[in-house]
């Protein structure tokens, strides 16, 4: 049964639940109170790998469907997504990690593991996701909502909604285990890096070295409990330093971007189900947030389970 769905957000959530429902026959309204571009998931360095999420076979299959799917997308030659090979430098001894069943090349070496992984280029993949989304009938409105009971209001009717809301999710759905994850990325011009190189276990903290098609994005921070969104730049620095020292040909790159963002975390992990409690009006809600570092690696398995869940609540 086909249902008038509202999706609240915009970011890689929203918009891969979004065309997801689409493609089920559901009519779809997106409220946002950013643009895409205004998003975290506009931020994110964006590439696949299960940042600081613990090991769930649901996460795990969340994951394992997202690089299935970006793959394909890169096969298909959709902007921005491109398959990337990358480099793990390892301290101390490690155990194979949980999501390398989702990474078909996975190899483990003394020293490092040595993987390929979907990177995304946000900056041109958000704005595809809504051009996708408007073309085949979808609606965006922007609106900052005061309460998720008036999603339905602002859409103009709803049988479900769907709150992919990020770190307002803490607010939107009164759920206190939502926090933020701070992040401050630097990016400098490409001197011709085509590998990704991640130091997670550095002392001085994570460190990774991300190209993209014109630049690189260095990192980083993960701070749980910061709201700052002010760039730092002794923090600047002190990436620049370690990832200089992670791969030297960075050295005098120039830097032409700095950014801050704060990733949307949760105790217990990203939050994917019905609530058991409908709105006033009767819509019943689904929600998909709290995915912290990991929301591109995760997107579309988590769009997946939310088409599943809407059909449930709709009565499909
Ligand atoms: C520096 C950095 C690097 C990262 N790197 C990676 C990476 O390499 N790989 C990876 O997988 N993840 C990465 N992440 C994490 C990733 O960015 C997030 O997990 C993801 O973007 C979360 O997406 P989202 O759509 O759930 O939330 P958001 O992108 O925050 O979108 C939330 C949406 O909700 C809307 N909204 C909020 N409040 C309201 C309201 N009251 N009314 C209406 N709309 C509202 C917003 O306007 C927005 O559209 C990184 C994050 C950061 C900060």
Redesign the pocket.
Known sequence: MSANVTV????????TCAVRLQEQGHAVTV????E?A??????????????RTAADPRVLGWAHRTYDELMAQAAAGVPGVVPRPTRMILRGTHATPWWAAAVPDFAAGPDEWRFTVPSVEMEVYLPWLLDRFETAGGRLVR????RLADAPLVAGGADVVVN?????AR??AGDPAVHP?????VGVANPGLVTSVRDEDHPAGMTYV?PRSRDV?L??TFQPGDWDTTVDPATTAAILARCVELVPELAGAPVVWQ??????ARHGGARVELDPVALPGGARVVH??G?????????WGCAEEVGTLTGGAAGA
């Open positions: 609240v957000g915009a970011g890689i959530s929203g918009l409220v946002t109170a950013d895409p205004g998003t975290v998931s506009r931020l994110a360095a964006a590439v696949w790998y299960p940042t609106h900052r909502l005061a992919a809301s990020g770190l307002a607010d939107l994850a701070r992040g401050q990325v991300h994005v990192g980083g950014a801050v963002g704060l990733r949307p998909d947030y995915h912290g570092g990991a929301g591109i690696t995760l997107a």
